[in-house]
């Protein structure tokens, strides 16, 4: 049986989603069972081998969804590899170098064991919902910064250091 691994995730607009979707497309193509779904969604990580855990970030904090799912499953993710990734930064710095996790990221990675965190860019384009997210739209802060050859390579990363089933 393949390795079935949960790509879970916490959104707004959409962003970290595609993001989501792109690590959980990699693993399929690897040979896994993959599944990106949203955090709020999940009942239980029980049926997982492995867990991928994303979170927009909005104002230097963690999308809520993602923090609860965490908080929520804390004993069944200290059963199996976990890795986070959060998404936002409206700009290149994501791709120029590595970004340490937010203060919310940390301290769930001081309390599980966590593999791997990266940030990766974010995307804020027109419609986007929230009073914050129309400021940056209003200030000119949006745009797509996700560096999609990236987020694969870290998806692949993920793959090879899993068993395949």
């Known amino acids: 049986m393949p390795t079935r691994v ?6 707004t607009n959409g962003s970290t989603a595609q993001i989501a979707e792109t690590v959980a497309g990699v693993l399929v193509e690897e040979g896994m069972t ?3 779904r949203p955090a709020r969604s999940v009942t239980s990580v029980g049926p997982y081998d492995a867990v991928i855990v994303g ?16 908080l929520r499953h804390h004993r069944e993710l200290a059963e199996r590899p976990l890795w986070l990734f959060s998404s936002g930064p409206l700009d290149a710095s994501a791709s120029e170098w590595d970004i340490p996790p937010v203060p919310d990221v940390r301290h769930a990675m001081d309390r599980l064991t966590v593999t791997e965190h990266v940030t990766f860019g974010g995307c804020l384009e027109a419609g986007a919902k929230g ?7 209003r200030g ?3 745009g797509d910064f996700r560096d999609v050859p990236a987020i694969e390579k870290w ?10 089933g």
Request: glycine share 14%.
């Open 155 to 164: 998806a692949a990363q993920i793959a090879a250091g899993l068993p395949p």
């Open 55 to 70: 979170g927009a970030l909005y104002a230097g904090r963690w999308h809520r969804d993602a923090r609860r799912f965490l």
């Open 6 to 11: 949960l790509v879970a995730y916490g959104t």
């Open 34 to 36: 993959a599944q990106a």
């Open 131 to 137: 009073p914050i997210a129309r400021m940056l739209l």
């Open 140 to 142: 000119g802060k949006g």
